[in-house]
């Protein structure tokens, strides 16, 4: 509180003596902040901390004479005025005082995450905030204030998990309680940074690309030009949307413009809906629910308001400022030949990917995409560069560093010349949909990528508070599987092993280039710009690439669905809908000869059976065993649609293949082992039984009804039960519709035990 209240005195003074402001030619900004806004760990801070960059993009949009940007940043300070170096000591607070700003950007608490520092006195940060804010004010009671929620610290820092991490959270949601009891502006320096670990050298400062992105994002926020109207890369012509529900949807646009929505079709208005886009930028517009059909037509434009609307933001002495904003030509996007019907997501690795040419019922599925044109709908987005056993040169590792590593192609109706280079099961499985549903446009969505792991998927919030050790070296650590490991070092060799000349003339290498295999970049890359893209569900054939490690597959499975579902949910600022039964409908190892094959499918099945709304088709019965990329994928498409047909459209039909409900130990020495799904039941082999001491034995089998019973006459007293346990297996227990059962094992208690039926 001393401390406190020498500031206020100090203020109280200084404001006596300079109560009348002069005049400025130039509009004075003060950057204000720590070691991130002083440049720390720049080579020339002169030239690339964001404060410099920031004076170069105000001079080139407005001239050299309107603004003044100056540079108040010290390393290691805090906000806390009880920390170990408060800002409020230091002299370049009292020069940002003296230089009376009319707009202070102030870019504080990183350091407060020190465990010297919140632990103490996390209870004072509000109001030692908001007396940082009010002495700027007080010097300049017309000064702009804009407080910037912190830029990322990330998981390599020494302190992430003992505290960091936690603590920076607990920051973040304080600093947002100031701009609102302040009455200031936000920026989020945090989301535009998160996905670019690769510009954190040393987890916490960012390079010269982090300071300029900095900038901009700074820069959008004072002048409230955020390159005009935009929408999500995939709200394109030939798109289908949700039937039968209200819609959002969002994009982005200069601060304080008015977006008209307008949908309709054949030149008639169905309706048409207004809103008016935050400080950030960003806005929502809900249209009506629609039944399935189209084609519709929907466009939003954007027209500048009136200045009055930016006078918060922009004070009258500034009206330059208002020009390009309410000036500005009205904005159109539209979108042609919009359909209202069901959007699936399609994504995985490359038995996902493998397309309809490579597989070997292609023309019975291009006379299929003849039959289906005008219902089906297909988007593709392949990746840019493969990850085959190449070395990447540097236009591919400068576009995946930006996360630009997938190639959007657009809406394309169902033809042959579009099918042919579609995924095979993602293409199957939307025409049985289509067949099914035979008055509702479908659209699929593919992004699969070969080789992909489960963690790239998964997006970096969720593995920081859930999985951070995956996070901490994935190349060189055990989490990853070597291949990929080592197919992922194969590509970027150039980046980590090629030294380059740098600007200065040293020779520079990235160590944290970044590839599709890391944990968070495919969300990054692959999820994160389809937008809060209302799908019906996701289809999903991933884990060749996970199957060295079941026990990290379950974690990483679990932490997919979480990630997906939190992210497709419906929501916007204070209205968030959570999508808890979004439907994974996902696709088990196929037959390969690989040795942790048998129990990683294994454990597919139990994921299947125990987290909500996941369906798993099984394919051990279609595998190649000398390719991992067997081309029978038409039934796996179909086996896919039987689980949507069945469980998210509530369709009376079998989708499941024989399915165990128990095992016991009978009489005569047999395993009993009963199954639903099993109506005609068939099994000539795949079974094993084992004793007490744990070796299996080819069992004799019997079908009764839905029982299947076991012996063996090298097992006395059956315990234990495997079904195609192989890596490669001719297992072949079905069901009348033909559906195979999972690998599995279980043990076997006695009958008197556990009495059944």
Not at 27 to 55: E, H, M
Not at 106 to 120: A, M, Q, S
Not at 503 to 531: C, D, M, S, V
Request: hydrophobic share 35%.
């Amino acid at each position: 509180m001393k401390v406190r209240r020498r500031i206020v005195l100090f203020i109280f003074s200084y404001f006596i003596s300079s109560f009348v402001l002069a005049a400025q030619d130039k509009i004075k900004v003060a950057c204000v902040g720590n070691s991130v806004t002083y440049g720390y760990g720049l080579q020339n801070r002169d030239r690339d901390a964001y404060p410099v960059r920031l004076q170069e993009m105000l001079d080139a949009a407005y001239g050299e004479d309107r603004f003044e940007v100056a540079n108040f940043g010290h390393s290691g300070a805090t906000l806390l005025f009880k920390g170990h170096r408060p800002y409020v000591q230091l002299p370049e607070f009292h020069q940002a005082l003296d230089f009376k700003a009319d707009w202070v950007i102030i870019h504080l608490g990183l350091n407060d995450t020190d465990p010297r520092n919140w632990p103490d006195w996390k209870e004072e940060f509000i109001p030692d905030y908001r007396a940082l804010i009010d002495s700027f004010r007080t010097v300049n009671p017309e000064a702009r204030i804009l407080v910037c929620k912190m830029t990322p610290i990330f998981d390599r820092h020494p302190r992430f998990q003992s505290g960091t991490r936690d603590w920076h959270a607990q920051i973040q949601r304080a600093i947002e309680q100031v701009a609102r009891g302040a009455g200031v502006q936000l920026i989020d320096l945090y989301t535009p940074l998160h996905c670019r670990p690769d510009l954190f050298p040393d987890a916490l400062h960012p390079n010269p690309e982090g300071a300029q992105i900095l900038a901009k994002t700074v820069y959008g926020a004072l002048t409230g030009n955020y390159g005009g109207l935009q929408l999500p890369a995939v709200y394109t012509n030939g798109m289908v949307l949700p039937r039968d529900e209200p819609l959002w949807f969002e994009g982005r646009a200069n601060a304080r413009q008015h977006i008209e929505a307008i949908l309709s079709r054949d030149g008639n208005v169905i309706d048409e809906r207004g809103c008016i886009s935050y400080a950030d930028g960003s806005w929502h517009v809900q249209i009506p629910e629609m039944p399935a059909g189209g084609p519709y037509t929907l466009s939003f434009t954007v027209t500048p308001l009136n200045s009055e609307h930016y006078h918060f933001y922009y004070p009258e002495k500034y009206p330059f400022l208002m020009e390009n904003l309410t000036q500005a030509e009205p904005q159109t996007l539209t979108i042609d030949s919009l359909y209202f019907g069901d959007l699936w997501l399609a994504s995985g690795q490359s038995n996902m990917e493998l397309r309809v040419d490579q597989c070997n019922t292609m023309e019975q599925d291009l006379a299929d995409a003849v039959r289906l044109a005008g219902r089906l709908h297909l988007y593709k987005m392949p990746a840019r560069a493969r990850t085959d056993a190449v070395e990447w040169d540097d236009s591919v590792l400068a576009y995946t560093n930006r996360l630009e590593h997938m190639d959007f192609q657009g809406w394309k109706a169902a033809s042959p010349e579009a099918v042919r280079k579609f995924s095979a099961v993602a293409f199957n499985f939307a025409r049985v949909l289509c067949d099914s549903l035979p008055d509702v446009p479908i659209g699929i969505i593919c992004n699969a990528v070969g080789g992909s792991t489960t963690e790239s998927w998964i997006d970096r919030s969720t593995l920081e508070w859930e999985f951070p050790n995956i996070l901490r070296d994935w190349r060189n650590g055990d989490f990853g599987q070597p291949w990929a490991r080592g197919r992922m070092s194969q590509n970027i060799a150039h980046a980590i092993t090629v030294p380059s000349d740098s600007p200065e003339g040293t020779k520079t290498k990235n160590p944290l280039q970044r590839h599709p295999y890391e944990p968070a970049y495919l969300f990054e890359a692959a999820i994160a710009p389809l937008g809060h893209l209302p799908i019906k569900g996701v289809i999903w054939y991933q884990g060749e690439s996970n199957a060295h490690n079941v026990e990290a597959h379950e974690r990483l499975f679990t932490l997919l669905e979480q990630s997906w579902r939190k992210h497709f949910a419906r929501r916007w600022r204070s209205e968030f809908h959570q999508k808890p039964e979004l439907p994974f409908y996902t696709v088990q190892l196929s037959s390969l000869p690989r040795p942790s094959w048998p129990a990683f499918r294994d454990s597919q099945r139990r994921l299947a059976q125990t987290l909500p709304y996941t369906g798993m088709v099984v394919t051990s019965d279609l595998g190649d065993p000398s390719d991992v990329h067997y081309r029978t994928k038409r039934p796996v498409g179909e086996r896919l649609a039987l689980q949507a047909l069945r469980h998210t459209y509530h369709h009376s039909l079998e989708s499941e293949g024989p399915t165990l409900r128990y095992a016991v130990r009978g009489q005569n020495h047999l395993a009993v082992l009963a199954f639903d799904h099993a109506e005609g039941l068939t099994c000539t082999r795949g079974f094993e039984i084992a004793g007490s001491d744990g070796l299996f034995h080819p069992a004799d089998i019997q079908i009764e009804g839905d029982k299947i019973l076991l012996s063996s006459p090298s097992v006395e007293w059956p315990a234990a039960v495997r079904y195609a346990w192989s890596g490669y297996t001719d297992a072949d227990l079905r069901n009348m519709q033909g559906l195979p059962a999972s690998t599995f094992y279980t043990s076997v208690p006695n009958e008197m035990d556990n009495p059944r039926e």
